[in-house]
């Protein structure tokens, strides 16, 4: 096994007096891509936003996120800050809300070596255009010099990428970074943040609802569900033969693109994502599962070798 | 497979007027459709995929004559456009009046047509066709998940017995582990209810699925528009194929893409 990148152990994240996050354990290692898998009440962005210590007021995290041997969470703002931007970035889905409206985007993407590594303005903004340039934004030079408006989402997003990978961060962290774009753009952004972190030697964590992205990008995968890890291990291990059947359901949910002859109804995961809060106890899944039995009332350990998964029954 | 033809668009194209970005210049226009033209027929199931800004929701306001045509013309040939056209959004949450009980919003246009009938025998008959609890009719749509929402909405499109469903992204805005139900219902209602079907989508996963023909839309205009099945087996232009390189699948791994 590689050096790990980040540690997470035992992450738990209280939304008021509920627990949305329930004691998620992962490491992330170097150089390799991982996927997080989950819906809307999975907790991915909850986890994503604790370990950068971006927890919006009144949420709270407790366990430990371990980076080079020190615990983030136990970490004060200060210390973070120095983190954050330099060996660890952020990508988010809407690049329009996450960058500065009044702000140029020369000034945005030099910032970070402005602020972390003491460039002066003007070795900044000439950096800024090779950061551009990097990701493929056409007449970089001029394009420093506009403002997010008048960008368009692709490139919006190619902005956020350069501003990310600009000190050469040991981890990206990508929150759906490619949701609100086409898929043609989609495929182009994809195939830059692989290049760049293939590039940089950087850790990725990618977070999304998107199982084919994840496939296309990632090595391996974690399935969220319920604020739990329930499935875990090598992409192609997890797509080809998922044991959860959480992952199982969502695998068959997908209209095939690339099989022969579509069946004319699909194999639908009966039943609705549940609201923060009304999620069964035990295995959160338990009440949409044909599997599931008495022995579902208690949650199961995350257990296996290399491709884990959380589940008393799971499918052979 | 397929009857006579419901709607006849010939030509049509619809322009606006971008708002003034200089005193000295005139405003721009954006030609939202561009001279598009073809038929939907009785019975089938039509597809219209493209990215965002290619016209697609431009087209489905043109057939629901949300939107007159600037050139060309929309021709419905079966008897009540307002009755007989129905249309499903992609938002389920901001198509639904929070503050009108189900009942209410799924009878809304059997009452604003004046349809004949036992509307309470019919509220229970849609609400067992789309698969709600027949206690749902006395709650508020903000009870209920983003997938019952969008039952809901199925619900009341169905209520004046339409022939011709447009459903314009109907699952984009759900969770993955809810699109493949939605997806089959509107297959079992296209056959129990007879219903012609326009299926408005950026992914080209769901059209497959769904339809028999497929309009490739870009930039206004229908580049492609062939079955289905020739569209994804040989696609034609150069678009189509750029859009279906670029869908990830589940088995095109990385290689594909580095």
């Known amino acids: ?316 | 497979m397929s009857g006579p033809a419901l709607f006849q668009v010939n030509g049509v194209s619809r322009r606006f007027r971008l708002p003034r970005t200089s005193f000295r210049h005139a405003p721009a226009t954006l030609t939202a459709v561009d001279r598009v033209t073809f038929e939907l027929h009785e019975g089938e199931s039509l597809g219209v995929v493209g990215e965002s800004g290619s016209g697609k929701t431009t087209l489905m306001r043109l057939l629901l004559g949300l939107e007159r045509p600037d050139e060309g013309t929309v021709e419905y040939r079966g008897a009540s456009l307002r009755r007989e056209v129905q249309a499903v959004f992609q938002d389920p949450v901001s198509a639904l009046d929070p503050r009108m009980r189900v009942a209410d919003i799924i009878l809304e246009p059997v009452r604003v047509l004046h349809l004949p009938g036992d509307r309470e025998k019919t509220l229970r008959e849609l609400l067992e066709a789309v698969g709600l609890p027949q206690g749902s009719a006395r709650r508020y749509p903000h009870e209920f998940s983003g997938g019952q929402r969008q039952r809901v909405a199925i619900a009341r499109a169905l209520a004046p017995r339409p022939r011709v469903l447009l459903a314009d992204e109907p699952v984009s805005a759900l969770d993955v582990s809810v699109r493949a139900q939605i997806l089959n219902l509107l297959q079992d209602l296209r056959e129990g209810y007879q219903l012609t079907l326009v299926l408005v989508s950026h992914d080209l996963s769901v059209v497959r699925q769904m339809c028999d023909r497929v309009l490739v839309m870009y930039r206004g205009q229908v580049v492609e528009a062939a079955e289905t099945r020739a569209l994804f087996r040989a696609p034609r232009h150069h678009y189509t194929r750029t859009l279906l390189d670029s869908v990830p699948t589940l088995r095109k791994r990385r290689a594909a893409s580095t």
């Open chain 1, 1 to 316: 096994m590689r050096e790990p990148a980040l540690e997470v152990r035992d992450l738990r994240v209280r939304v008021g007096t509920l627990e949305a996050v329930h004691g998620v354990s992962f490491t992330l290692e170097r150089g390799l891509r991982t996927g997080l898998i989950g819906e809307s009440g999975s907790g991915k962005t909850l986890t994503a936003l604790a370990v950068m210590g971006l927890l919006p007021d009144g949420l709270g995290a407790s366990g430990s996120v371990l980076h080079e041997g020190r615990d983030l969470l136990q970490m004060a703002e200060i210390e973070l800050c120095r983190l954050r931007g330099d060996r660890l970035a952020m990508v988010f889905q809407e690049p329009m809300t996450a960058l500065n409206p009044v702000m140029r985007v020369g000034d945005q993407v030099a910032e970070p070596l402005r602020i972390h590594r003491g460039a002066g303005r003007g070795a900044a903004g000439r950096q800024a255009v090779q950061l551009l340039e990097r990701v493929q934004i056409p007449d970089a030079a001029e394009k420093t010099r506009a403002y997010p408006h008048q960008l368009s989402g692709g490139q919006r997003q190619r902005a956020m990428i350069a501003m990310a990978m600009a000190c050469s961060p040991d981890l990206l962290i990508a929150d759906e970074p490619t949701t609100a774009l086409d898929v043609t753009v989609q495929a182009q952004i994809l195939g830059l943040i692989n290049r760049l972190v293939e590039e940089e030697g950087a850790t990725l964590l990618l977070i999304t609802h998107d199982l084919p992205v994840v496939a296309q990008v990632c090595e391996q995968v974690m399935v969220m569900y319920g604020g739990y890890i329930v499935e875990e291990g090598p992409a192609a291990e997890v797509f080809d033969g998922p044991r959860h059947p959480y992952t199982r359901g969502l695998v068959d949910a997908i209209p095939p693109l690339d099989q022969d002859l579509p069946e004319r109804r699909l194999r639908a995961i009966p039943g609705n994502v549940p609201a923060l809060g009304e999620f069964p106890e035990g295995c959160p899944f338990r009440n949409r599962c044909p599997r599931a039995d008495w022995r579902c009332q208690v949650m199961p350990a995350l257990a296996g070798e290399q491709h884990k998964v959380a589940c008393w029954h799971p499918v052979a």
